[in-house]
């Protein structure tokens, strides 16, 4: 039940603050601060990042699910401080008409009382006891509206890109009890990798892997948490592959990502002179590794 501003009515708010005797600071939506937040965040991509790009089919995965009328979880890496604003990103773009949940570090929420309003509820991540209790909390929040999503980070703090995924078990325990919870609907899971790097601009990309994680044989916790780490360590090491090799070619831009620039001086004075002001770095890897390969002045040792 909502209020006027698409907020939960205060008794439904707070049925779930003490689940399982662990205290949860409850969600409180708002749409209203869902669509101001969502246009500042694409601002805030626009002037960080020289683009935000998602790997081929990612965009497409992440659409499928926008009109499923079932509970959905997405899986995240936690790789820096802009992975909730990410999640915010993806939604807002790629599974607009969905509502949305988070977990956030409670004393974190409590400091920043916003992100109450874009779904985040607040638990004690350190605590043992706050994994049942959030599973009773998203479980609820599923029975209200099916068409909700979890998002996720599935190590729980952050992790060097290039560490180890460890999923921890609080999606699985969420998923494998999902099916009664959510009135038989299947819940379809989701798992997305997000770097944060440089290629050959001044501003970072923002470089994103989408995939689906089939249902396991046997739907348990166990079972859910084998094919979710099997499956993020996949996404996460495809994912790497292609932001090592820097292949743009591998991506779909979701913003910006133009081609490089000189000086926009320089720029302009080349396109008088009808010249491209676009630096190639491909071409140029690939014309200095054929003179390697050649003998030719980059491969030369000296004597």
Not at 78 to 92: C, E, I, N
Not at 103 to 109: F, V
Not at 190 to 215: G, H, I
Not at 238 to 257: C, H, N, T
Request: aromatic share 8%.
């Amino acid at each position: 039940m909502n209020g006027d501003d698409g907020q939960p009515a205060a008794g439904s708010a707070r049925s779930h603050a003490a689940a399982g005797g662990v205290t949860i600071i409850p969600a409180a939506p708002s749409p209203r601060a869902a669509r101001v937040f969502a246009w500042y965040t694409r601002r805030l991509f626009r002037q960080k990042f020289n683009g935000v790009r998602l790997m081929q089919g990612s965009a497409a995965a992440l659409r499928g699910v926008d009109g499923v009328d079932a509970p959905v979880i997405v899986l995240m890496t936690h790789a820096g401080w802009w992975d909730p604003l990410s999640a915010l990103l993806l939604h807002d773009a790629l599974t607009p008409s969905r509502a949305t949940t988070a977990p956030m570090d409670a004393r974190m929420l409590e400091k920043f009382g916003f992100f109450r309003k874009l779904g985040v509820f607040g638990i004690d991540p350190n605590s043992a006891a706050s994994l049942e209790a959030m599973g009773a909390y998203v479980l609820a929040r599923f029975q209200e509206n099916p068409r909700t999503t979890l998002w996720v980070t599935a190590q729980g703090s952050f992790h060097d890109a290039r560490e180890s995924i460890r999923v921890r078990p609080g999606a699985a325990s969420i998923a494998a009890k999902c099916g009664a919870a959510a009135e038989g609907r299947r819940v379809r899971v989701l798992c997305c990798a997000v770097e944060y790097t440089f290629w050959n601009e001044q501003r970072p990309e923002c470089l994103v892997r989408v995939e689906n994680v089939d249902p396991p044989e046997n739907a348990t916790t166990a079972g859910w948490l084998r094919v979710m780490q099997e499956r993020m360590e996949r996404c996460a090491s495809s994912l790497a592959a292609a932001v090592i090799a820097r292949k743009p070619d591998a991506f779909e831009p979701l913003m910006g990502g133009t081609a490089a620039r000189t000086h926009p001086v320089y720029d302009w004075w080349l396109r008088l002179r009808g010249k491209s002001a676009s630096i190639d770095v491909r071409a140029a890897r690939e014309k200095k590794t054929a003179v390697v390969r050649s003998g030719g002045d980059f491969g030369r040792v000296s004597p």
